[in-house]
């Protein structure tokens, strides 16, 4: 279960260094007056992307079952649409 728990670990934070992912940080953070308002707006960002994920993935893992294909398009979608 340790090795499972790093491995997504892992994956995420390869995921919270792509490019898309550090552009939209310093954008939010360029913004702000302080060090401190900066660092409380990325902890927000942070969470709701890992409150977004822990809720999805608790879903599928309790219905015991799989994101199907044609959803996974339609969020994908949905989140493209909101980066734009």
Same mark, same amino acid.
């Given at each position: 279960?340790?090795?499972?728990? /790093?491995?997504g670990?892992l994956?995420?934070?390869?995921? =919270? /260094?792509? =490019?898309?992912? /550090? #552009?939209a +940080? =310093?954008?939010? *953070?360029?913004q !702000? !007056?302080?060090?401190?308002?900066?660092?409380?707006?990325? #902890?927000?960002?942070?969470?709701?992307? *890992? *409150?977004?994920l822990?809720?999805?993935?608790s879903?599928v893992i309790?219905?015991?079952? /799989? +994101?199907p @294909? !044609?959803l #996974?398009?339609?969020? @994908? #979608? $949905? +989140? $493209?649409?909101?980066?734009?």
């Open positions: 279960m340790i090795s499972l728990l /790093l491995l670990f994956i995420g934070m390869r995921h =919270a /260094l792509d =490019a898309d992912h /550090l #552009a +940080v =310093a954008s939010i *953070t360029s !702000q !007056q302080s060090i401190k308002s900066s660092i409380k707006h990325g #902890a927000v960002w942070g969470l709701g992307h *890992t *409150t977004t822990f809720l999805f993935g879903l309790w219905m015991h079952t /799989l +994101v @294909e !044609q #996974a398009h339609w969020l @994908e #979608a $949905g +989140v $493209g649409i909101m980066l734009i």
